[in-house]
Each structure stands twice: as structure tokens, then as C-alpha cells.
């Protein structure tokens, strides 16, 4: 196999002053690990603000609100802090009704940020739960369908790669816990699998020659746990592995840059779009409501998934209908392997959830430090 080509020449750089970092958003906003609710919420409800903050938010996306839809996007933000702030004070058992709810009004929030016109008329939720039954219940009878239109397909092609399934498309819902970067250490301890994350040691943009690209290390330890190489890492996940290619550095990690670079004439911030979408693109992962943050590549040989989000989105829906309507289903996984869904995922995930939307609503990394 041939050597693998030198890394391109480039140091970090800033814009207006900030630093450029690699994500969904090109610019940090780091949140103390001791950061209240009120600090989590902070970003949004400025923007949620009459006249001053809701015509940055147009600025921000490049939208016109009319008065109805900026009176829908404060609502939406209202709605979901108050469905998030009583997340932590119930029951497992009903965690996932409200932290649905939080994360619908949320989504919703973000829609009207990207096109009020998603959110103008009647949105459905997008999902309908299919459950497989059997003489006997198992938590892998659980799964969903996805629908033709709906809040949950929007999100999908709003995020991530911009995929989305066919209608009717069902998907199981314990194939999807292996991806969920909130919940990697818990679904380690219960699965007789490695989630399908592979930890990122860190993830920066870089530039150099007039041009811009991200960078990716992956410690070469955390390769050998899983029996890969560094190259064959690039076959095991698909996607990252068709945006990046292995590259020679200095450094003991395994180092890995995007195959496109992006040019810009005279502004580093002419090319930021551009480095966002290929991050999105690339489907990394981010776990941001843990100190430093966490990042991880998707082991999968598909070249299309959904997004992290709408994956949250959807695990939550469904989690909230088998407490609405099956509460004697949700009552038999006390003291199983899945509870941890319930007694401990809901509460990480929404918070991540949280920071996630944020990113993408505010366009700055929001990330607990």
C-alpha cells in the first residue's frame, strides 16, 4: 500500500478577531461546566427577543419573519425551556413526554429560523410507531415509521447530510442506540458491542496557501481497541471516509484531512459556509454537554444516515408514545438492560439536544468547556 500524502501546510486563524473552529457553527461559545440554565438558554432568548434580537436572527439566517412567524419562534423557544427546566424533576417514567416536547418546540424554533414557511400551516410530528408484536415483549420489537412530510423529515434534511428515508421506511429503534454520542458510556456498559462512535482526539480547521480545510486526529490506541488500522478506518465508516483521507504529520496520532480544500480571495470568512457544511456533511458527532466536549466518527458502511438529531428527535418521540399509550410495556424494562433510557439518556440527551439547535440556531459552536 502506498504511503499515505503529506499533511498540507496550515495554522489555526481567526475571523474578526475569533477564532475559527471546526462544527455546525464556525465559531466557539463555551459554556462553564458549572453553567446554570438560565446561561444554557441564554443565546436563544436573546434572539427570542422583540424588534433587536429577532431581526439579528434574521441576519443570522438570511431570512424575512413576519410578525406571526417571529411570534411563533418566542413561543417555541418559551415552550421548550419550560418543557426542559421540568425534565430533571419527574419520574424516569415520564421523562420522555416532556423532553419530547421540549425537543419539538425546539425543532420548531429552528424550522422558523431556516424557512418560516415550514412552520406556517398544521405540522405534523413525522412519525407513527410500529411495534412488532410478539407472544412475548422485547425492547427490539420496538420501531417507527417514518412519514412523507412532517416536522421529523425537515429536521433530517435541514441537518447532517440532508437524508432522509422513504416513506414508511421503518427503522428498529434498538439499531439506533450504538449512535447516540450521549449515551456512548451507557450503551457500552449494557451491549455486548461497541457503540458504532469511534472518539475523536480533536477536530480544526486549518488554512494556508489561501485556502481552508478541517483536519481530523484519531489516537492511534483508541484504532487498535478496534481492531482497525488507520487506514482501514477510512472503509469502516463510510462517510467520514468519503470527505477524508489519511495523511503524514509529525504527530503519534493517526491524522486525517478533508480531499477538498476551499480557496477564497481575500476573506477567511468568504469560505466558512463552506467548512460548516463539510463538517455537517462528514456526520461527525459532537457531545457537547460534557467538559471539552466529545467528538466521534460514525462506524457504518451506509453512505447515507440521518443526522445525530434527528436519530434524538426520533428516539424521543417514540420513547414519549410508549409512555403516553403503553405505560405496561415501559413498566416491564425497570430493572433491564433499557432502562437506562429512561432513567438516565432522556436527561443527557435533551440537554445535548439543547446545544445542539443552539449551534445551528445562533451559528456559534455551543460547547461546555
Not at 418543557?83 to 421540549?102: C, D, H, Q, T
Not at 482501514?232 to 477538498?260: H, K, N, P, W
Request: proline share 4%.
Amino acid at each position: 500500500m502506498a504511503a499515505p500524502p503529506k499533511a498540507r501546510e496550515g495554522n489555526p486563524a481567526a475571523s474578526a478577531g475569533k477564532p475559527i473552529v471546526a462544527g455546525v457553527a464556525s465559531f466557539l461559545r463555551p459554556l462553564s461546566a458549572r453553567a446554570t440554565n438560565a446561561d444554557l438558554w441564554a443565546a436563544l432568548e436573546v434572539l427570542a427577543v422583540q424588534d433587536e434580537g429577532l431581526d439579528r436572527l434574521e441576519r443570522i439566517h438570511d431570512v424575512s419573519l413576519d410578525n406571526e412567524a417571529r411570534r411563533r419562534y418566542s413561543a417555541y423557544i418559551a415552550q421548550a425551556r419550560q418543557y426542559f427546566n421540568s425534565v430533571a424533576m419527574v419520574e424516569p417514567i415520564a421523562k420522555p413526554l416532556l423532553g419530547y416536547y421540549f425537543a419539538l418546540n425546539l425543532t420548531k424554533a429552528f424550522l422558523t429560523a431556516v424557512d418560516p414557511d415550514y412552520t406556517a400551516g398544521e405540522l405534523q410530528h413525522g412519525l407513527t410507531q410500529d411495534v412488532d408484536r410478539k407472544r412475548r415483549y422485547y425492547f427490539q420489537q420496538e420501531g417507527f415509521k417514518i412519514k412523507q412530510s412532517g416536522v421529523f423529515r425537515l429536521l433530517a434534511e435541514e441537518t447532517g447530510q440532508g437524508f432522509c428515508y422513504a416513506n414508511n421506511h421503518r427503522l428498529q429503534v434498538a439499531k439506533l442506540l450504538p449512535y447516540l454520542a450521549d449515551g456512548y458510556d451507557l450503551y457500552g456498559d449494557i451491549a455486548d458491542e461497541a457503540p458504532k462512535l469511534l472518539p475523536i482526539k480533536d477536530a480544526f480547521v486549518l488554512f494556508g496557501g489561501k485556502k481552508g480545510w478541517i483536519r481530523v486526529e484519531v489516537d492511534r490506541n483508541v484504532l487498535r481497541q478496534r481492531a482497525m488500522r488507520p487506514e482501514s478506518l477510512l472503509s469502516r465508516a463510510r462517510i467520514f471516509g468519503g470527505r477524508f483521507r489519511l495523511v503524514q504529520t509529525e504527530l503519534d496520532t493517526a491524522s486525517y484531512e478533508t480531499m477538498t480544500s476551499y480557496p477564497y480571495a481575500i476573506r477567511r470568512s468568504d469560505i466558512l459556509d463552506d467548512l460548516v457544511l463539510e463538517f455537517d456533511n462528514s456526520l461527525i458527532a459532537n457531545q457537547r454537554n460534557v467538559s471539552g466536549g466529545r467528538r466521534y466518527i460514525v462506524l457504518s458502511l451506509r453512505k447515507d444516515l440521518l443526522s445525530h438529531e434527528a436519530v434524538t428527535f426520533a428516539l424521543l418521540h417514540h420513547l414519549s408514545n410508549m409512555v403516553r399509550y403503553r405505560p405496561h410495556d415501559v413498566e416491564r424494562l425497570r430493572g433491564s438492560a433499557y432502562f437506562w433510557l429512561f432513567a438516565s439518556w432522556v436527561d443527557r440527551g435533551c440537554e445535548n439536544y439543547l446545544l445542539a439547535i443552539a449551534s445551528r440556531i445562533t451559528r456559534e459552536e455551543h460547547v461546555v468547556v
